[in-house]
């Protein structure tokens, strides 16, 4: 483990950016969730509108921060031969593994479901909807079926931030 007096400026500065870009970053995971949530209370084109500014704010806050959260914590552990950090240590490895598992599920699965989610609620705004005998259009039960995805990848990211918090805490292998 760090301690503080012993660590160079540089290091010490640089925990304080990984610790604050994950605390925008991740943070900002849990607010989005919630909000996005309430986009299905909406008219379609104000559902379309206020999920839009949801996906492009956390396009450009929480993604950013995240991957800045990584890239700084692998510049520590580059950096902390001297203070005991190596790539070889377990919690270093585990901590490597769900980062980029995390980035795979947010980048390959979750954002790609929002953007369809999003095309969706336009083409719902625009009237554009495929009728459908005795039940809902096709395009509301997409929209359902994709809702249901976005908050099962939503959990998932979750769960890994979780686990990457338990694994940084408690460093298993030291």
Known sequence: MLSLPTVSFLVRFL???HLLFAVIGFGSTFVWAMLGSKAKEFEPAVAHKYSSLLFHAAERITTPFIIATGVVGFVLVGLGADYGIKFSQAWVSIASVLFLAGLGVSFGLHQPNQ???????????????????????????????????????????????????????????L
């Open 15 to 17: 925990f304080f950016l």
């Open 115 to 173: 953007r369809a989610m999003l095309a969706l609620q336009e083409k719902l705004a625009r009237g554009e909807v495929t009728p459908a005998p005795g039940g809902p259009p096709a395009e509301v039960v997409e929209l359902q079926e994709r809702g249901k995805k976005a908050g099962m990848f939503g959990g998932i990211l979750h769960l890994l931030f979780f686990l990457m918090l338990i694994d940084m805490v408690f460093k298993p292998g």
